[in-house]
């Protein structure tokens, strides 16, 4: 019942920035959370943040300070915007919108950072 479409992925430098963009195909004030996830080659998929849909946010330790999750309600769309990138950051992001009942999953975006 719910489609997200991912945007902003790509290749950046180390230290560079990107924003990931997560468009669901409902009112996303519907949707109990809204997640981004990521998972790189031979590791366990990873949650990197979250927002409720009361727009309290979350994240994994490691992006703290870096990644900052938002949301546009107008436009049904979260996004991710990602600040002084690092290697270990290199994985394929993930939108993930959590229904209570059901789950929904994007297609996955590449985001390579390496010099």
């Known amino acids: 019942q719910v489609q997200l479409v991912e945007s902003g992925g790509g290749l950046v430098q180390p230290g560079g920035s990107l924003r990931l963009s997560c468009a669901a195909s409902?009112?996303?004030?519907?949707?109990?959370?809204i997640r981004w996830y990521r998972q790189a080659p031979e590791k366990q998929r990873e949650l990197v943040a979250t927002?409720?849909?009361?727009?309290?946010?979350d994240y994994v330790h490691s992006v703290k300070g870096r990644f900052t999750i938002s949301r546009d309600i107008t436009k049904n769309t979260v996004y991710l915007q990602m600040n002084s990138l690092k290697p270990e950051d290199t994985a394929v992001y993930y939108c993930?919108?959590?229904?209570?009942?059901?789950?929904?999953w994007g297609q996955g975006t590449q985001v390579t950072v390496s010099s």
């Open positions: 409902v009112n996303i004030t519907t949707i109990y959370a």
């Open positions: 993930h919108a959590d229904r209570g009942s059901t789950e929904y």
């Open positions: 927002i409720g849909n009361g727009g309290i946010t």
